[in-house]
């Protein structure tokens, strides 16, 4: 969809930075006495409540002009910003609530989900509350009303940007950030850091998924970001879509359909490594690096070069990128001092089936956020951020730890010596939602089982479960698979599946490996079973055939001494 914009390119003298005026084509209608105020602002204003189908048409209509605003208000605008390489990147910006000409106000750049546009909703969305509560993402209006101006864009490849997507790549979308940047620094109702001619915004970023990983690599490569606010993000797309060199074929397929179905102008290795995942539970080495270069952790180690105050907000069922993703992130900038907290909600990359339409996390992330920008952006000394550590467990109960790092107590460990044998049928293991979708999960139908004994006292199983067994098997495959399952309600931990990667020549071996993390809480008298099979809908599901023989089991949960802990009221 194209816009029709301004005949020549601006330029702010003094900085060199250029960007296109974007004039909707359809705006004039809008200004049409008495059917522009009466008719055509009303469509325009509901069009911008729906999500991304009003972003979509926002390059035809612009943002709705209500009669009897403020002459002197600040004006939401759209440009093309012109980047490092000459793509140009379709930008929003949209100034805080009732800022006027004259006026200043920081500002935070909010990036979209992949295969998503900027978001335009000036005034809010219907699904506002809903999207917060799930994903983990403030709305538009929420910001605006908190005092800060918010700009979005189309990623690079995505709509209305030109270029070609490249995963949020430090040498990319990165850089286009910069860019966005710059041009912000030349805005007169932006707050600036100092002097103007070091193009220093008063600034911050937010965003989910995509828009949690663009963010990582701009403060890595850009330490004008004042702060991050990362959410459901990664710190390897290795470990999100391939670990133990298992291709997470079931979000793997989603990702790049949702691409295709958009039109996405995407690097050219992106959707042929996605089918040959899905076609062979694997990635040719070449695909591999793709996927190592995009992201803040190794072998980049762009994490290690962030200096913004950051907080990391992860979703417990989010099964593309687990909670494993900001483990990593937050293990890394608590070590080099960097100011950091973690926040774990039920929501992100999964179906939240505990407290579904509760509600309670969305305003707790919510707060949340809105704290960490108005500490770290605003600069605000009185504002209180919080214990370094919050997280919500299977029941919706919310609790918090002055330190990320968590004082233990006794692990519960369930361990067998008994020899068995697990048949490996291709298909025959744990389905998602549907039985196929990879954001949820169920108990296996084909499994072997490990319960451990009943908890005697309330325990905070907080973290990366470990299990260890001896195998012998042949036949054709490579993985297996494991989760634990509530045994008070038959649901999987944060519906999270591990694989493990073996071998089946006949040879006997013993692995250990860690599980996915996971926050759940067993009231006295309650178990957990551990189930190891061979086939799971979020990765390849085709599954290994053949025959396994297991003994010497162990699982090894790891547990926080509740002393140490509090348990909040939200």
């Given amino acids: ?147 800060y101006n918010v700009v979005t864009w189309d990623p690079r490849g995505e709509y209305s940007s030109g270029g070609q997507l490249e995963i949020d790549s430090p040498d990319y979308e990165a850089r286009d950030m910069s860019a966005i940047i710059n041009w912000v620094a030349t805005q007169p109702e932006v707050q600036l850091d100092g002097d103007p001619a070091n193009l220093d915004p008063r600034i911050g970023m937010v965003g989910a998924s995509y828009g949690g990983g663009i963010q990582l690599v701009t403060a890595a490569i850009d330490h004008r970001v004042d702060a991050i606010v990362p959410t459901i993000a990664w710190n390897s797309l290795t470990t999100s879509l391939y670990k133990s060199q298992s291709f997470k074929s079931g979000w793997g397929t989603i990702l790049v359909a949702a691409l295709v179905l958009t039109l996405a102008r995407t690097n050219p290795a992106i959707i042929p490594a996605s089918i040959y995942g899905d076609l062979t539970g694997g990635l040719s080495q070449a695909d591999q690096d793709l996927l190592a270069e995009r992201g803040p952790g190794l072998p980049a180690n762009l994490i290690n070069q962030i200096t913004a105050p950051t907080l990391f907000i992860q979703g417990t069922v989010d099964t593309l990128f687990t909670l494993q993703e900001a483990d990593a992130n937050a293990l890394a900038l608590i070590g080099n001092d960097v100011p950091t907290k973690v926040l774990w909600f039920c929501g992100g990359h999964g179906l939240c089936t505990n407290n579904l339409f509760d509600g309670s996390d969305g305003v707790m992330v919510e707060e949340r956020t809105l704290e960490w920008l108005d500490r770290y952006v605003k600069g605000d000394d009185t504002v209180a951020t919080g214990p370094q550590f919050e997280w919500v467990d299977q029941r919706g109960q919310h609790f918090s730890s002055a330190s990320y790092h968590l004082t233990p107590s006794d692990s519960v460990v369930a361990s067998s010596t008994e020899t068995r044998t697990l048949p490996l049928v291709p298909f025959l293991g744990a389905g998602g939602l549907l039985g196929v979708l990879p954001i949820g999960s169920a108990p296996a139908v084909n499994a072997l089982n490990l319960t451990t004994p009943a908890a005697t006292a309330t325990t905070y199983v907080v973290g990366a479960p470990r299990l260890t067994f001896t195998y012998s098997g042949t036949g054709i495959g490579d993985h297996l698979y494991a989760q634990l399952v509530d045994d008070s309600t038959g649901q999987v931990l944060g519906n999270q599946v591990t694989p493990i990667l073996v071998t089946l020549d006949g040879t006997e071996r013993t692995v250990s490996v860690p599980l996915e993390m996971v926050a759940q809480t067993l009231n006295p008298g309650q178990k957990v079973t551990l189930q190891l099979f061979g086939s799971s809908a979020a990765y390849r599901a085709v599954g290994a055939l053949g025959a396994l023989t297991v003994s010497n089991m162990q699982l090894t949960l790891p547990t926080v001494d509740p002393a140490s802990i509090t348990a909040e009221v939200v």
């Fill in 1 to 147: 969809m194209t816009t029709a914009t301004t005949p020549a390119v601006t330029a702010d003298a003094s900085s060199g930075v250029l960007a296109i005026p974007q004039t909707p084509p359809l705006a004039f209608l809008q200004h049409v006495p008495v059917l522009g105020p009466q008719v055509v602002t009303p469509i325009v204003a509901f069009i911008h409540q729906i999500p991304v189908l009003g972003d979509v048409l926002h390059p035809l209509f612009g943002y709705p002009v209500y009669p009897g605003a403020s002459p002197t208000a600040v004006q939401a605008r759209d440009v093309k910003v012109v980047s490092f390489d000459g793509t140009q990147i379709y930008v929003h910006f949209m100034p805080a609530t009732g800022l006027q000409a004259g006026q200043q106000a920081p500002t935070i750049l909010d990036g979209p989900g992949l295969g998503m546009p900027g978001q335009t909703s000036l005034d809010g969305s219907i699904l506002d509350g809903l999207l917060t509560d799930a994903l983990g993402m403030p709305s538009i209006v929420s910001l605006r009303d908190n005092g």
